[in-house]
């Protein structure tokens, strides 16, 4: 059944206090102890099918998403929190493996699954299967409720809802592929999936440390209370996410010391664009960044995803962790090549967004790990 959405131009109700106070007592006490709940892979699919962009987004949304986006590729699923848009591709049977070898990738905060377009050609030629897909609220992929709160559990259940609907049962995945928020579900997928054998991992540039602006910094300190405001409508919320967000962007890209013009000002130019747009035409897109940003990758979390990856490399599972020598927004990065099992590969001249400022130098770094096993 299609989903019946109230016009995107109506405004929310303005909350009292007293529902404010309510509102956040109950996230509160939903995401108090962050980590406390382990995820517990389940023993039943989930997903129960396929639906279509129509019957996730009315006429309106989907006609502003469109220029900025692109048309929907690929395939929608309907799973336990929402829709999960992605896109599965097998290579030319000339180069495929057999068994077919799965590559997932998993994009970074406010991006989508176009930022792999050129990784994913590249595997494809290499004889991989790709899969893409888009968080909550990010892309075309919808959650069921706007203001979901989107952590660790939330995040793991959708990428298992994917595979346990694109894969054959006992299928294994191996490969796993995550730019910055992404890095950290490829480690979660490893840790929680134990049935689809996650075994390496391409982590590029992942958020296990980071260098936040302030606004964000002073945001995650009252997650919960902040949230509650954007939910019930307080204007200044989506400002102030959209803002923070830009400022990362401005400090994503490689610069030269000497004279800070970007090492790729195209690269840069078409990113912010791409940012500004999105924030304003996507309707859920302020929402899904600052859920994201606040029960996942809230600085208190960070040393347990460190602490899951140390874990998981225990267990033998491999790392290459790939990221520009000029990267101020991840810091620390070379200190995971203490870890057993795990890799650094330091691309020069390159900053955070590296998907974006030059696939070619990491593309052949992942072609050769995915194939060393």
């Known amino acids: 059944m299609a989903e019946v959405h109230p016009p995107i131009s109506s405004a929310p109700r303005r909350a009292s206090a007293n529902d404010l106070a309510k509102a956040s007592a109950r996230t509160h006490r939903a995401t108090k102890n962050f980590a406390n709940h382990a995820f517990v892979p389940s023993k039943a699919k989930h997903a129960v099918g396929n639906t279509t962009a129509a019957e996730v987004f009315p006429p309106e949304v989907l006609k502003s998403l469109e ?24 290579p030319d049977a000339s180069v495929a493996k057999t068994p077919r070898d799965v590559v997932c990738c998993a994009h970074g905060l406010g991006t989508n699954l176009h930022v792999y377009d050129a990784l994913a050609r590249d595997l494809l030629l290499a004889g991989f299967t790709v899969l893409r897909y888009e968080y909550f609220n ?21 990428v298992e809802d994917l595979l346990n609907h ?13 730019h910055s928020t992404g890095g950290v579900v490829a480690i979660m997928a490893a840790r929680s999936l134990p049935n689809r054998k996650i075994d390496h991992l391409g982590l590029i540039s992942p958020a296990v440390w980071a260098n936040k602006p302030l606004i964000a910094k002073l945001g995650e300190r009252v997650p919960s209370f902040l949230f509650n405001l954007m939910k019930w409508g307080f204007k200044p919320m989506d400002f102030a996410v959209s803002d923070s967000y830009t400022q990362n962007c401005h400090v ?4 030269d010391k000497k004279t800070k013009e970007y ?6 130019k078409k990113c912010l664009a791409g940012t500004k747009a999105t924030f304003a035409v996507h309707p859920y897109y302020t929402a899904g960044i600052m859920s994201i940003s606040n029960f996942y990758l809230n600085d208190s979390l960070l040393p347990l995803w460190r602490d899951y990856h140390k874990e998981i490399s225990a267990k033998g599972v491999r790392s290459n962790v790939v990221y520009g020598d000029e990267d101020i927004v991840v ?13 650094c590969t330091v691309l020069p001249q390159q900053g955070h967004e590296c998907l974006y400022e030059n696939t070619a130098t990491v593309s052949p770094v992942l072609i050769e790990f995915f194939n060393d096993r």
């Open 252 to 255: 994503a890209f490689a610069r």
């Open 138 to 158: 990010h892309g075309y992929s919808k959650s069921d409720d706007t203001f979901l709160v989107i952590d660790e559990n939330v995040m793991v259940s959708q």
């Open 263 to 268: 090492r790729y000002e195209a690269a840069y």
């Open 166 to 178: 694109v894969l054959e049962d006992g299928e294994h995945l191996h490969n796993f592929v995550g």
């Open 67 to 90: 220029p900025v986006l692109g048309p929907p590729a690929g395939d929608f699923m309907k799973g336990r929190n929402g829709v999960t848009h992605y896109v599965m591709e097998e």
């Open 331 to 343: 810091p620390n990065l070379g200190t995971l090549s203490t870890i057993e099992n795990t890799v």
